[in-house]
């Protein structure tokens, strides 16, 4: 993407597709960006976003975050200011009457989000290798575009079609750029292309696997009575790198009010100001929870939120759902946010947890965080 805002189109060939070799689709990034940097001009004023379908997210161990069903006050909720939420839902009824979908064939749940993808940036204001863990989608390039122009024209310019859930917890790619102000830049270890691209061609003669046996359907449903055990199934890459500033200011807390769990949350605005970025939740019971209308004990039974910048949500869980007194929740959000929950509801103990907005140190400007003491209630 230039300043002319181009999209760069190539054959099927030389996409990351599983008919064709990798090579391909490494040989053609690695063209663009040599005719790109080989002119300091061009360069100056570039922004190369590369991001594809990775064999359709199949990769990914992380579950997508999604909006509640809005036809279902029990699936979750949203905070005021995200309106028009069954736009992001599929039902039984739109794939029978509006795409011709047998009933039998038909099936109902969230548009998105989808399942995590490669997305990379490369540009003279994202020099460094950093990583960026704010919740993006295909929205956010269109938003950032939007922020780019309108900033250039002086008017709001915004394309009706992003829903208001995207755009609260959706970034538009701004905590991606850094300012250069003339600091020295580490340049990263290159790849010697040749001996790369000779590696990959011959993958194809690797030998197949062995010793890898599919989940049988009894381990399966062990894993699903104790969670924990499948944290041996997925192990996370050694090593660490420099992690893009990004405008969360996330606060989620749980007291039990007349044996219900109050769940509040809201995304402040206090740190980042206009800046500030609203966030999704998803949040599981770790006990088998009835339901409601059912009554059948579900594991992992689970609530979405989100909740715009400068807003909250505040949602009650009935602890009666649990077979006993005994409570476990476990609350997720962007950027490794995590609660946990786990108690008896015949004692009520509020636990808090806030950021430090005093006077800091410029180094420390984005403060630290505060837990309360437990307070029984």
């Not at 194809?204 to 944290?231: C, F, M, S, W």
Request: proline share 6%.
């Amino acid at each position: 993407m230039a300043s002319s805002c181009g999209k760069l189109v190539g054959c099927a060939a030389i996409f990351f597709r599983s008919s064709f070799s990798p090579w391909f689709g490494a040989w053609y990034v690695s063209e663009i960006l040599n005719i790109l940097t080989h002119n300091e001009e061009v360069w100056k004023k570039t922004i190369f976003i590369l991001t594809y379908d990775e064999n359709d997210g199949y990769f990914d161990h992380v579950l997508p975050f999604v909006a509640p069903d809005y036809r279902d006050p029990g699936t979750g909720a949203v905070s005021a200011g995200i309106r028009n939420i069954a736009n992001e839902f599929v039902t039984f009824h739109d794939e029978v009457s509006q795409k011709g979908v047998s009933k039998q064939n038909a099936r109902e749940h969230a548009i998105g989000l989808g399942y995590r993808v490669p997305f990379v940036v490369a540009s003279p204001w994202s020099r460094g290798g950093y990583v960026n863990s704010q919740v993006f989608d295909h929205t956010s390039v269109v938003q950032f575009i939007e922020k780019f122009a309108s900033r250039k024209t002086g008017k709001k310019l915004e394309l009706k079609n992003i829903s208001d859930f995207r755009r609260a917890v959706c970034g538009d790619l701004s905590s991606v750029f850094r300012p250069y102000n003339g600091e020295k830049a580490q340049q990263p270890d290159f790849l010697e292309r040749d001996i790369f691209l000779q590696r990959i061609d011959e993958a194809r003669y690797t030998p197949v696997p062995e010793g890898i046996h599919p989940v049988d359907e009894k381990t399966q449903q062990l894993l699903k009575q104790n969670p924990d055990a499948t944290r041996k199934y997925f192990r996370q890459e050694a090593g660490t790198r420099p992690s893009a500033a990004l405008p969360y200011e996330l606060y989620a807390d749980g007291v039990i009010k007349d044996n219900k769990m109050q769940f509040t949350c809201s995304a402040g605005k206090a740190l980042f100001k206009e800046r500030s970025a609203g966030f999704p939740l998803v949040l599981y019971a770790y006990l088998p929870y009835a339901d409601a209308v059912s009554g059948e004990k579900l594991i992992n039974r689970n609530w979405s939120f989100a909740i715009a910048p400068g807003e909250q949500l505040v949602y009650e869980i009935p602890l009666n759902g649990f077979a006993t007194t005994a409570y476990h929740f476990a609350l997720f959000g962007p950027n490794g946010f995590f609660r946990e929950l786990k108690g008896n509801g015949n004692t009520s103990v509020h636990t808090g947890c806030s950021y430090e907005l005093g006077a800091l140190k410029k180094q420390d400007r984005y403060g630290y965080p505060l837990v309360t003491p437990p307070v029984r209630q």
